[in-house]
């Protein structure tokens, strides 16, 4: 039982990823997560609640330090991006912070941490908080640059902690948001842009 629930785990984590990949139509990343996501609210209606103050003050304290890391490794790789989306296309920019949270940020915390922890469960913390960021870092393969991957490894990896820690998740949503606004404001979002999805990936 858990290594069919292992497989088939693999299958819509990795496999979907790759089926988007190799048919070049990223759009349908949107569509599979907010498909997943409404079966899984619908068999299992989530408790949303206002993260404690605490964990919430967490969650931006490690956005800031993001933001430090983020911004200085942008001003060495990329000097020229440093700012660009928000300072050339401030209307499109501003679109993308009042949509990204709810069109791609909130699907994405509830098919990967409440049902990859469900379909997982079987896993030892460590092997879920594992399994979790490589997936994650694997289903942004859809942006098609090995940048995206990394990142969204790296950045699944303080998600999942949390996730795995505080059982919240709202308040990885929260986080997941901080993330992915400062990649759209810093420069970074260039590597999270594709075509029909270039105004709300990350």
């Keep these: 039982m858990n290594k069919t629930r292992s497989a088939l785990a693999f299958l819509a984590f990795a496999g ?3 089926i988007i990949v190799w ?8 569509i599979v997560l907010w498909i997943l996501s409404l079966i899984w609210w619908r068999r299992q209606p989530l408790s949303l609640q206002w993260p404690k103050s605490e ?3 967490g969650a931006f304290l490690r956005a800031a330090g993001v933001a430090l890391i983020l911004g200085v490794g942008l001003f060495f790789f990329r000097p020229e991006l440093m700012f660009a989306f928000p300072l050339a296309m401030p209307e499109r920019y501003a679109l993308v912070m009042l949509i990204y949270p709810f069109l791609s940020a909130l699907p994405q915390e509830i098919v990967f941490r409440p049902l990859f922890w469900s379909w997982l469960s079987h896993l030892s913390p460590h092997g879920r908080i594992l399994w979790n960021a490589l997936a994650f870092g694997v289903a942004h393969s859809v942006f098609m640059n090995p940048i995206a991957v990394v990142l969204s490894t790296l950045g699944g990896i303080v998600l999942a902690y949390h996730y795995e820690r505080h059982q919240d998740v709202v308040l990885v949503w929260i986080e997941h948001v901080l993330y992915g606004w400062l990649v759209f404001t810093l420069g970074w979002g260039t590597y999270f842009f594709h075509g029909s999805i270039r105004m709300a990936g990350g």
């Design 23 to 30: 048919l070049k139509m990223a759009f349908l990343a949107f």
């Design 16 to 18: 979907i990823p790759a």
């Design 55 to 57: 964990a919430l003050r």
